[in-house]
């Protein structure tokens, strides 16, 4: 599930000791000097050595280095800026074939040693409880390698004033253009992580993310009404360059309805429509439930498909390992043996992958040390694989793992975590536009908005930031108070059309929750614009008191 | 974690201050010790044991603010700590609703550290998985649940004399029994600070209860019901809408408690007149810090609504300022009267009903009437005639909290619990409340 954590943070903009949630924080000029291969080696080495003669049968450990910087922006004021650091090792081992997990803050041989000893006795006192030993499918030690984000343009060099100059300048295009208030942020990841295990691998890894959410709002005092629009905007894996919106980045959402963007954002330009846009929600025409087709653009669907989808087919939750938090799943191993059971229509094809450039998955190496890879989900509409970790792929008779072990700290133990699931293109030619001539009754939906689904991923609500009313063939006029329910299965079954390669582009969460204690792990889920026929919309509107 | 005196925080605080040459400096010091057991499949999973402590340095020149955190506490790390938050409120630009850092306060202690939840230690943690995982297996059931105790000092000061210092402690409990068919489920959460009100075998015989009785589910069509809701099913609802008793929002126009025409709706009958709640940091049962983190001011007792009235709002110390009002600290509990009816007692009095063990799920649909949707869970029940006569299938919801206090039948009897997503201690009553609106069915077990 998408965790409330952004919430948490952007409140914690408020207050001025309420910030730390990521690490420890330091000066801009040191997020520079990143810690020597070697030193991280060789305290790799002491874990691996001391794991392996108090009696682990595998050890690995993983040294990570977190640096982030955030910046608030309320109106035309700058509320905070933040810089944080969080650096230590973790190591897992298998000892009596059950795993231990031990982390330390302490980046000494003797600290780092300690912690696997300290990991071999909490896996031997785990056996006595384990009813089978874990089964690691086999990965190649790759040596020393390292692998990193391609990015043009550093974000740790660009100075902050020009940052803050950016989004204070999109606040003001927003209250310009019709919002009454405007919030806009900047998170800017960095997550530095060595990889080691005694399989033979020692892997560096360097991984850059960006994000900058706005909100506007528009406020009516004689009507008591407000309405709020959400930046259309995603995050990305990639570098500051992701502000330098060329002509080629932007383009028509369909009817001309706003701009849209791809493989780079111009914030300015979508606070301007954002605040304009807000002020329209005001006097928007309240929607006649019903059903509906639907026409979802990507920055709307990957939410969708990230709940109905991405959730449902990781294999730990279809085990029952997250039964008490985020549940179970719908799609049970006897729906994917039967390799018949229908989760979608026949042009409905899913795509696990980590290697797609920009994505927030996007890695050289799991936190296993599995290479990337890319593999079929649902394929023609049938539901053909998992998402697994290597102590899960022979439950699924993988011969090797997928590559899905995340951990979102170097004191959180790794578990199965979701690649960047993805809806693949359609394959005849087809524009949002041309889709949309063939709607008689129907709602365009762009942006994220409210979402929620129920413990195994089957009953969800889903809403928007922006609707448009499609009548005989064309956009008539904007909508509000829209959301709409279904069932996963019925849902992806009722998927009529998608739009072709050219259409296909990414959304994404930094915050996507799992786990007890709860860890957030970030991806990005692309689709093309898609139709879906006949499904049942809802009215919001309330009153009360 | 070293667990730090009173006076090594004070030592460490004020050396912190004595470094700065900024205009002002607040200081945050807290460590804390953590253990875990999680189990699944009738397993354990993982455990663990997480130490930390940590030093926030919040500095500020004029109305330029930088803030620095760190680890490590010796003489060194702390110049190292203040030298860069000094260097990022250099960096920053001026923040015009600056505010500078409050004078001195007046902590009063409450009650909010336990020794016997200190002591816990790794043979009571599996002691607690042992129960649910032996008598689910005795009963054909699979046991998965979390626990998880804390221990910790936090510590404030600032450039104006204000020290506080207290040490707390709390635990976490929360279970998931479903039957082997994966056709019945039950769940049930317990959340305290005193470890002597903690029965991991009661927790778990009513998730075992909930799990068998919930096989068999009926399907019952949408619509608005009557509900019992257990005090889990609106923790979250409830957070939501309190997290939303925000001044400035309202006197912006952009919150469900905005004035037509402007300004806030302070003093006005929102709910039914059974509605009563507060908020208390010396609650004995559910005691928070007597101050706020975040603002340093002292909390103090809050008549939040009283009878069914809107009675007090959260202002922000710049918010405060402006509008003429006096800034307290925000709470950091959520109190609701109820009664000391059972649950039992509240079904015994419903003629046809849906019992609701739990919500799930939830989000904000509409911020402008604070219309949240989220799912049932883990144990919905049909009632006729004062009994519970067959478990349901469950039910998305779509329902605003402002809706469902005006709604109020009857009150039960408050239960301490905390939110799955807020970080509120709760203590509220199972109600029951007419015309709940159910939107759809989930076939969800």
């Keep these: 599930m998408e965790r409330r954590s952004f919430l948490k943070v952007g409140a914690a903009a408020g207050g001025s000791l309420l910030i730390p949630v990521f690490g420890n924080a330091i000066a801009a000029e040191e997020l520079l000097n990143p810690m020597a291969v070697q030193f991280k080696k060789s305290l790799a080495d002491a874990a691996m050595n001391a794991a392996t003669k108090a009696g682990a049968s595998y050890c690995d450990v993983r040294i990570g280095r977190y640096l982030n910087q955030f910046i608030t922006t309320r109106d035309l004021n700058v509320e905070n800026i933040v810089n944080t650091e969080s650096s230590g090792v973790g190591v897992r081992v298998i000892a009596g074939g059950a795993y231990g997990f031990c982390s330390t803050n302490v980046m000494t041989l003797d600290s780092v040693a300690e912690a696997a000893r300290q990991a071999v006795a909490i896996a031997r006192a785990n056996a006595k409880l384990q009813s089978e030993p874990v089964q690691l499918a086999p990965v190649k030690g790759v040596g020393d390698v390292a692998w990193a984000t391609p990015f043009k343009k550093d974000w740790r060099t660009v100075p902050i004033k020009e940052k803050a100059e950016m989004l204070i300048a999109a606040n003001k295009a927003g209250m310009d253009a019709g919002a009454n208030f405007m919030q806009s942020m900047l998170f800017q990841v960095n997550q530095q992580k060595y990889f080691a295990s005694t399989d033979g691998s020692y892997i560096d890894q360097d991984m850059h993310r960006l994000w900058s959410p706005l909100t506007a709002t528009a406020v009516d005092k004689a ?290 929750g799992k786990g007890q204690p709860s860890q957030v792990s970030c991806v990005s889920h692309g689709s093309p614009t898609t139709r879906f026929n006949g499904i049942n919309v809802i009215n919001t509107a309330r009153k009360i008191g | 974690m070293k667990n730090l005196s009173q006076e090594e925080t004070k030592r460490i605080c004020d050396k912190v201050l004595s470094l700065t040459k900024a205009d002002q400096c607040e200081v945050n010091l807290s460590g804390s010790r953590t253990g875990n057991i999680r189990y699944a499949r009738n397993a354990v999973s993982t455990a663990g044991l997480i130490e930390d402590t940590q030093l926030v340095v919040s500095v500020a020149f004029g109305k330029k603010q930088g803030i620095a955190t760190i680890n490590e506490l010796d003489d060194k790390s702390l110049e190292k700590a203040v030298r860069r938050a000094e260097d990022l409120a250099r960096l920053a630009p001026e923040n015009p609703e600056f505010m500078p850092t409050p004078g001195k306060q007046q902590y009063k202690a409450s009650e909010t550290f336990f020794q016997k939840t200190a002591d816990i230690d790794p043979e009571f943690r599996a002691q607690v998985a042992a129960y649910s995982i032996e008598n689910s297996k005795k009963n054909k059931l699979v046991a998965a649940g979390f626990f998880t105790d804390t221990s910790k000092f936090t510590a404030i000061a600032n450039s104006n004399g204000v020290f506080g210092f207290q040490r707390d402690t709390g635990l976490d409990f929360s279970v998931t029994v479903r039957t082997e068919d994966g056709r019945g489920s039950g769940w049930a959460k317990r959340s305290v600070g005193d470890a002597s009100k903690f029965d991991a075998r009661e927790a778990s015989n009513v998730a075992i209860e909930k799990a068998l009785r919930s096989v068999e589910a009926k399907a019952l069509e949408p619509g608005r019901y009557t509900v019992i809701l257990e005090p889990a099913a609106t923790s979250d609802l409830l957070a939501y809408m309190f997290s939303g008793f925000d001044a400035r929002q309202a006197d912006e126009g952009r919150s469900f408690l905005s004035k037509k025409g402007g300004g806030n709706r302070m003093g006005e009958k929102l709910f039914d007149e059974q509605v009563n709640v507060w908020a208390d940091p010396w609650d004995k049962n559910v005691a928070v810090l007597p101050w706020d983190n975040g603002s340093m001011l002292a909390r103090e007792h809050q008549e939040l609504i009283k009878n069914g009235k809107i009675n007090a709002l959260n202002y922000s110390t710049y918010w405060a300022k402006k509008q003429g009002k006096r800034a307290i600290g925000a709470p950091g509990n959520i109190i609701m009267a109820g009664t000391d009816k059972s649950t039992e007692e509240l079904i015994a009095n419903t003629k046809k009903g849906v019992l609701v063990t739990r919500t799930w799920y939830i989000r904000m649909v509409d911020p402008q009437s604070v219309l949240l949707t989220g799912l049932t869970r883990d144990g919905t029940f049909y009632i006729e005639n004062g009994k519970i006569k067959h478990p349901i299938k469950n039910f998305r919801f779509n329902e605003s909290p402002v809706s469902m206090l005006n709604n109020i039948d009857e009150l039960g009897k408050p239960e301490i619990l905390s939110g799955d997503e807020s970080d509120y201690q709760l203590l509220i009553p199972a109600m029951r409340v007419r015309d709940f609106n159910f939107t759809s069915l989930s076939d969800a077990v």
Aim: aromatic share 12%; charged share 25%; with cysteine.
């Design chain 1, 223 to 512: 009507t008591n009404r407000f309405r709020t629009r959400d930046g259309l905007s995603s995050p990305v894996s990639m570098g500051y360059e992701f502000f330098d919106a060329k002509p080629e980045n932007k383009f028509k959402a369909a009817g001309g309805v706003t701009t849209l963007y791809k493989g780079a954002y111009d914030l300015i330009e979508d606070a301007r429509a954002a605040g304009r846009q807000a002020r329209e929600k005001l006097t928007a025409k309240s929607v006649e439930p019903g059903k509906y087709d639907l026409v979802l653009s990507p920055e709307h669907l990957f939410l969708t498909i990230h709940e109905s989808v991405g959730h449902a087919t990781e294999l730990d939750r279809v085990l029952g390992y997250e039964a008490n938090y985020a549940g179970t799943s719908f799609a049970t191993l006897d729906k994917w043996q039967s390799k018949k059971f229908k989760y979608g229509s026949e042009r409905v094809n899913f795509v696990a992958d980590r290697t797609t450039s920009g994505s927030l998955a996007c890695v050289g190496y799991d936190d296993e040390g599995v290479p990337a890879k890319r593999w079929d989900i649902i394929k023609d509409g049938i539901l053909v694989n998992y998402q697994a970790t290597r102590d899960q792929a022979h439950v699924i008779g993988e011969k090797e793992s997928q590559g899905c072990s995340y951990a979102d700290s170097w004191s959180s133990v790794q578990f199965q975590r979701m690649p960047n699931v993805s809806l693949q293109a359609g394959k005849k030619p087809l524009t949002p536009d041309d889709m949309i001539k063939d709607v008689k009754k129907g709602i365009y939906i762009l942006g994220r908005g409210s979402f929620s689904i129920d413990q195994q991923r089957y009953n969800f609500q889903f809403g928007g930031q922006l609707y448009f009313e499609i009548k005989n063939g064309k956009i008539t006029n904007p909508l509000e108070d829209v959301a709409y329910q279904s069932n996963t299965q019925e849902f992806w079954n009722a998927c009529s059309a998608l739009c072709d390669e050219r259409d296909w582009r990414m959304g994404g969460s930094f915050f996507d």
